[in-house]
């Protein structure tokens, strides 16, 4: 059984920052790509940020400049830290792995977390 577990969310003011994390956690042989992605209210859900496991970054370019996801490998933790966040952000936070168990990769799913960027 494998479980991400995210922290981070909150509600912060335009121009703020909040840091995300997910930790990927049980049987894990190995933990490929990661990402975080959102969904806003009546929206659908948009990939914001991936990372690979050598390190390769990708962005949305609504974040690029703004965001920066890195992980640590020795702790199958990913991050996001947003910077500059606009009330456009606000969203749902969701984190995303690809964890080799044995042979086969799967991909799991974080609770959500809630980020909120007041006006």
């Known amino acids: 059984q494998v479980q991400l577990v995210e922290s981070g969310g909150g509600l912060v003011q335009a121009g703020g920052s909040l840091r995300l994390s997910c930790a990927a956690s049980?049987?894990?042989?190995?933990?490929?790509?990661m990402g975080w992605y959102r969904q806003a209210p009546g929206k659908q859900r948009e990939l914001v940020a991936r990372i690979t496991s050598g390190g390769t970054t990708w962005y949305v370019d609504s974040v690029k400049g703004r965001f920066t996801i890195s992980r640590d490998n020795t702790k199958n933790t990913v991050y996001l830290q947003m910077n500059s966040l606009k009330p456009e952000d606000t969203a749902v936070y969701y984190c995303?792995?690809?964890?080799?168990?044995?042979?086969?990769?799967?991909?799991?799913w974080g609770q959500g977390t809630q980020v909120t960027v007041s006006s």
């Open positions: 049980g049987s894990i042989f190995n933990v490929n790509a």
């Open positions: 995303n792995a690809d964890v080799q168990l044995s042979t086969h990769i799967y991909t799991y």
